[in-house]
């Protein structure tokens, strides 16, 4: 019976590169500048729209029509009521842009799901067809242009952060030429309690230097006799004094 060799698997791999991957930041004073800036267009948006429906196209919406081309209280409700909605809409991105991934593909769903809420609350009122219209109309412009003010606005607050992610299990420690690291040794250093080739560290002996009470060759030190030397007190046969 003879057995096959088994194919050899597919390389191991090591640890690649670092992981990069982006974090967003969010600038939030530029993205609460941008939803003041969308509050005043809400509300001269809403005005605008009252006067074109009541003063141009003589519709009479939000009031009766002898108020005039501006209407009663309810008109300045309705331009108070826009920059707010507007404000909130800023919170709900700058929340969305904080905790949630995608986030402007929920804001725009969130927005367009309350502009048709307030689009067709009008036709449950019992006015009539024209200013039911007119007002849905109003209302819809005003939803439009928060949620793409905003959204732009939001584009631009966020700002995109590249954090390195540590390869699995850490960086492998590495040793470089001419950096010492505590309990490592390298050729051409000198620590205290080692010795290498041409260096002299305090303690140690090394070929070429004398220390008092060590004799080398070719060195005097007092207190010693080399052949050929002569020292002060001693007679050496050869010599005269």
Known sequence: MTTRPMAPGPPERGP???????????DAG????????????????????????????????????????????HTTTLILVSALAALVATLLAH????????????????????TLVMVIFPFSTGATMEEKIATAAVYLVIGVAIGTLISGVAHRAVRRRRVVSPPPGGYPPQ????????????????????????QANPG??????????????????????????????????????
């Open 175 to 198: 040793a470089y030429p001419g950096q010492a690291y505590p309990g490592r040794d390298y050729q051409g250093q000198a620590y205290p309690g080692q010795a290498y080739p041409g």
């Open 16 to 26: 690649g590169p670092p992981q990069r991957r982006s974090r967003p930041e969010v």
């Open 30 to 73: 530029q993205l609460w500048a941008g939803g003041a800036a969308t509050a005043v267009v809400a509300g001269l948006i809403a005005l605008v729209g009252v006067l074109v429906c009541r003063w141009l196209f003589n519709v009479p919406i939000l009031a009766p029509k002898h108020d005039g081309a501006y209407g009663n209280a």
């Open 204 to 241: 140690q002996a090394n070929p070429g230097q004398a220390y008092p009470g060590q004799a080398y060759p070719g060195q005097a030190n007092p207190g010693q006799t080399y052949p050929g030397q002569a020292n002060p007190g001693r007679d050496y046969p050869g010599r005269d004094h």
């Open 95 to 114: 929340l969305l842009l904080l905790s949630t991934p995608r986030p402007m593909l929920f804001f725009g769903w969130i927005v367009a799901l309350v």
